[in-house]
């Protein structure tokens, strides 16, 4: 019997033909099969929609309730894993006893199947999921999957019959996908066997379990033909002949598979979501089933609360005890506007003009001179959504919550919604076009540009997770950060490095189990505030030292006049003391302003030190001058030729000057020129001004091409025009002999001589003698007067010492006599020849003889008293 059989083709021969066999099936017993014929060529395929009859070898169209791809084969119903399909997993690790060990716990790591996707395991061994598909022509495959966690490695990757990986390689890695979004990739198949292998490893980071892939709609293009249609899949139908794939049953609709048409579902007791294989029976309403929302401010400041059913409402309020929706229409007070925004009379805030600033409770005004504002994004009254941010839903299996609203803004916070089912992924973006130029960051340090921080919380019951993610222009979302299960209040932080386009993405799920109920839906995430800095077109609450660069970077900044500072305490902007110049890194304090270094003084604007080419430095309390106008001009060196690391030659060249003015900034001006293959660059600091310096010698130090760590070079620069200006302590002085009653002196540089310039040598001097002879006279004379003066001294003082002794020997003489009686007077005269010893001379002032006469005198007076009458004594002296 005709059932007892079926055709296939055997083999393509060398010149591309082929043979129809019949073939019996598994089950029948039966003889006299039909003789073989001449099949279609092997290049022969069927168009879309049509399978090839294999009786009559003909192209024929496939019934309603059924589609065909023509040349290619598509897999998108993963209930069970296709036939075809395998799965083997292995452990990765280099230690062979650690794999051996772990090789075990990897028998139950496999891809699953999950409906309408199938799913990788989330584990940290490596599956791979093998398909071979052997190919007339060459062909294509393609297929939609999801991958969103990097802590799993996901490639792609072809072999041929012979187990060598084909030309593929370059397609081998798979990109990763936006969160909740399906990715397309597609590679080129060759003719013959190809083996496709969708291959997966975990990097499990801690307790952390990574995301699974997902891959679903696997379509391959170049098969021969197809001798079947395939049916539709539950959820959808074809209603035409010849259809190349099968629409979806839209809601509360339902099919079986194989439909040519879709049931509807008796909307009143029962529902059913788009592409439904079946209806389900409406619960009655419960607080899960509605949600809240704030209406935009009137003109009285005051919002209403207004209640809303969950859409699509899948619940019947006529149960018994089914809630009702609460009434809407309360008023509460709107909560301010947003820091940088104000009031401005209408029902919205607005931003702030550029150059203002505003607490959101007030009107804006403009910040004081040397400031600018602050700019960046704060949000922390959440009345409606900002326009830069969006709220939506997504699930990876179904599309319940698709044009739901993720996120809910309410009041002082915006929280998770309620979404299609707990699995779903609530999604919360802000987008941010770019930040402010490095320059303009005020207390950034290292590369920072700004950074995002914002205060959460979570609620959970379940195994809820929430993910923090960035996107960088739009090319891939990556996971930051995320937290499971409930997490009390706390802030995070995210430094951005990066000036680009910016989209931050928040996304809560409440679980990953696959399940279309809502059983958790008070797990909830919070976010009380965000608060981006120095975003570009942002807005501002307070005001900032007016940033670097601000006059190219188009800021709304109020200068400070050239040469001031901005004084912290009150922000006011102060002028720079004398030679001290503004910091071109920093504007803010007063230590802003530098002192300009030894030899060098400030310019009018204090922009910059500027030397006169003039040095002056104490060393052993010497004070040592220089003279450097002649090494005002530039002077050229060039060092190599060096090698990097590939081989490529390269030089260095320094234009070089010691001394600046009021034009050139530095005291020292540099020109480097790097030669790297053909590419020519030169940096030019400061403009020099080209000019000879005489008699100059550059070197550089020991370490390779002058420098130790590639930034800083060493010079050596050698010239006598280094040395410091001569001054009276550089000479010192000769004495010529006296001749012909004159002297000359002479002046002459101390050797060696280690000074230039300054001041000249004095010219020699010449004098009158003074001779030996006229001293020789003067001290003889003087001599001569001072032993005449002594040989009169000792006679003098001679006689007065004998007239002394005299006098002693009568007083003798006497001692014996009669008690107070004297002796009789020799003479009542005085002897000629002898002194009046009794003459009392009176004189304001004595000469130097007249006190030794006087001192002589005194011990020669004697008195005795008796009776109480003093009786003079007469002595003779005998004469000469």
């Not at 599956?127 to 062909?139: E, P, Q, R």
């Not at 990097?150 to 990757?157: G, V």
């Not at 040598?761 to 002594?790: H, I, Q, Y």
């Not at 040989?791 to 002794?805: G, H």
Request: proline share 5%; charged share 20%; with cysteine.
């Amino acid at each position: 019997l005709q059932t007892d059989y079926h055709y296939e083709y055997t083999e393509c021969d060398s010149s591309g033909s082929r043979w129809r066999v019949a073939v019996p099936n598994p089950s029948a017993e039966c003889s006299g099969l039909p003789d073989p014929m001449k099949g279609k060529e092997c290049t022969f395929s069927c168009a879309s929609g049509e399978y090839l009859e294999m009786k009559n070898q003909v192209c024929s169209k496939c019934a309603e309730g059924t589609y065909s791809l023509g040349s290619g084969i598509k897999f998108d119903e993963w209930d069970d894993l296709p036939a075809g399909f395998s799965n083997v997993a292995t452990f990765m690790d280099t230690a062979v006893e650690s794999a051996e060990n772990k090789a075990e716990s990897c028998d139950n790591s496999s891809w699953t199947p999950h409906g309408n996707y199938i799913e990788s395991n989330r584990d940290d061994c490596t599956v791979s999921l093998i398909y071979a598909v052997h190919l007339k022509k060459s062909g294509s495959v393609f297929f939609e999957y999801q991958y969103i966690d990097n802590n799993i490695f996901f490639e792609f990757f072809i072999q041929n019959d012979q187990c060598k990986e084909m030309d593929s390689t370059a397609d081998k890695w798979v990109k990763l996908t936006d969160n909740g979004e399906w990715g397309f990739h597609s590679v080129s198949l060759k003719s013959g066997t190809n083996i496709l292998y969708w291959r997966t490893t975990g990097i499990l980071m801690g307790s952390k379990v990574v995301k699974p892939v997902l891959v679903k709609n696997i379509t391959i293009e170049g098969v021969a033909y197809t001798s079947e249609c395939f049916p539709c899949k539950p959820g959808t139908f074809s209603d035409k002949p010849g259809s190349s794939n099968c629409r979806v049953c839209p809601r509360n609709t339902y099919s079986e598979k194989g439909a040519k048409e879709c049931t509807n579902c008796s909307e009143e007791t029962h529902y059913a979501d788009e592409g439904s294989s079946q209806c389900t029976e409406r619960p009655p309403c419960t607080n899960k089933d509605f949600f809240q929302i704030h209406t935009l401010c009137d003109k009285e400041g005051k919002t209403q609360i207004m209640y809303k059913w969950i859409e699509p409402k899948i619940c019947r309020e006529d149960l018994p005890d089914a809630l009702k929706l609460p009434p809407s229409g309360e008023k509460k007070d709107c909560p301010p506007c947003n820091p940088g925004f104000y009031n401005n009379g209408s029902s919205s805030c607005a931003p702030c003009p550029q150059g203002m600033i505003s607490d959101g409770t007030k009107e804006c005004k403009a910040c004081p001179a040397g400031t600018e504002p602050a700019l960046g994004l704060e949000y922390r009254w959440w009345n409606v959504l900002p326009v830069n941010m969006k709220s939506s839903c997504f699930n990876v299996g179904n599309s319940k919550c698709d044009g739901m609203n993720g996120w809910e803004v309410a009041g002082d916070h915006i929280q998770s919604g309620t979404g299609g089912s707990d699995n779903d992924y609530l999604i919360l973006n802000l987008h941010i076009p770019g930040f402010k130029p490095p320059t303009s960051v005020t207390g950034a340090t290292g590369s920072e540009l700004g950074r995002i921080t914002f205060i959460f919380e979570t609620i959970c019951s379940a195994d809820c997770v929430i993910y923090f993610m960035v996107d960088v222009n739009r090319k891939n979302t990556n996971v930051v950060e995320s937290w499971g299960r409930t997490k009390e209040k706390q802030s995070y932080t995210h430094v951005i490095s990066k000036n680009a386009s910016f989209t931050f993405t928040w996304a809560f799920q409440r679980t990953n189990r696959g399940q279309d109920s809502r059983q958790f839906i008070h797990d909830v995430a919070k976010i009380y505030s965000i608060t981006v800095t120095n975003v570009l077109d942002g807005v501002a609450s307070s005001c900032q030292a007016c940033a670097l660069g601000s006059e190219q970077s188009g800021s709304s900044c109020v200068p400070c006049p050239a040469g001031h500072y901005i004084e912290k305490e009150t922000n006011q902007c102060k002028e720079c003391p004398d030679n001290t110049y503004l910091s071109i890194h920093q504007v803010y304090g007063k230590e802003a302003c530098i002192p300009c270094g030894p030899g060098s003084k400030s310019n009018k604007d204090h922009s910059t030190c500027f030397s006169d080419c003039t040095l002056s430095y104490l060393m052993d309390n010497q004070s040592l001058n220089y003279d450097f106008t002649n090494l005002s001009g530039v002077e050229s060196l060039m060092n190599g030729p060096s090698f990097t690391s590939k081989g490529t030659k390269f030089f260095h060249f320094f234009n070089i000057s010691l001394c600046g003015n009021e034009i050139v900034k530095p005291s020292i001006r540099a020109t480097i020129e790097t030669t790297l293959g053909n590419i020519n660059t030169e940096t030019e600091m400061f403009p020099p001004s080209p000019r000879t310096i005489p008699d100059v010698n550059f070197f550089f130090n020991a370490c390779p091409v002058g420098t130790c760590d590639g930034c800083t070079f060493y010079f050596m620069w050698e010239s006598a025009e280094a040395c410091p200006l001569c001054t009276e302590h550089d000479y010192h002085e000769i004495e010529g002999a006296c001749k012909k009653g004159f002297q000359e002196t002479l002046y002459v540089w101390n050797e060696p001589k280690q000074c230039m310039k300054g001041i000249a040598l004095p010219e020699k001097r010449v004098s009158t003698c003074e001779t030996m002879d006229f001293w020789l006279k003067v001290g003889a004379g003087v001599g001569a007067f001072t032993a005449v003066l002594l040989v009169a001294l000792t006679c003098y003082f001679w006689k007065k010492n004998q007239k002394l002794e005299y006098k002693y020997s009568k007083l003798v003489m006497t001692a014996n006599s009669k008690e107070c009686e004297l002796p009789a007077a020799d003479s009542c005269a005085i002897m000629e020849g002898e002194d009046n010893e009794e003459e009392i001379v009176y004189s304001n002032k004595q000469s130097l003889l007249g006190k030794l006469k006087s001192l002589a005198t005194k011990k020669g007076n004697y008195f005795e008293i008796c009776t109480g009458t003093a009786v003079p004594m007469q002595v003779r002296y005998p004469s000469a």
